[in-house]
Nanobody
Framework: QVQLVESGGGLVQPGGSLRLSCAAS????????IGWFRQAPGKEREGVSC????????YYRDSVKGRFTISRDNAKNTVYLQMNSLKPEDTAVYYC???????????????????WGQGTLVTVSS
């Protein structure tokens, strides 16, 4: 069974850092675009950062550029989201997702993807 499991969420102060991990099982990430999405309370899910299945190009929504970094380790079937300089508005449930053969930009634009994790809560508060 295809499965993605997020971890690493928690409570962090504004300006702090957190690294999220997404472990995949049931398939290899080699040919999959990987993305991080988030949903804040009362808001729609939005693409945060995605990485291409092919050339490794990345996408970041404007609000996280320069603060977040997406990466992948195909050997470990794991993707990461390093989040620095966190702000209260980053508070959300963060989900990882995978989609076969897709660009970073296209992936982060979509709402329906091949596989989703269960989410991990990130709370940025003093």
């Amino acid at each position: 069974q295809v499965q993605l499991v997020e971890s690493g969420g928690g409570l962090v102060q504004p300006g702090g850092s957190l690294r999220l991990s997404c472990a995949a099982s049931g398939f290899t990430l080699d040919y999959y675009g990987i993305g991080w999405f988030r949903q804040a309370p009362g808001k729609e899910r939005e693409g945060v950062s995605c990485i291409s299945s092919t050339d490794g190009s990345t996408y970041y929504r404007d609000s996280v550029k320069g603060r977040f970094t997406i990466s992948r380790d195909n050997a470990k079937n794991t993707v990461y989201l390093q989040m620095n300089s966190l702000k209260p508005e980053d508070t959300a449930v963060y989900y990882c997702a995978a989609n076969f053969l897709i660009s970073a930009q296209a992936m982060c634009r979509r709402t329906a993807l091949d596989a989703w994790g269960q989410g991990t809560l990130v709370t940025v508060s003093s």
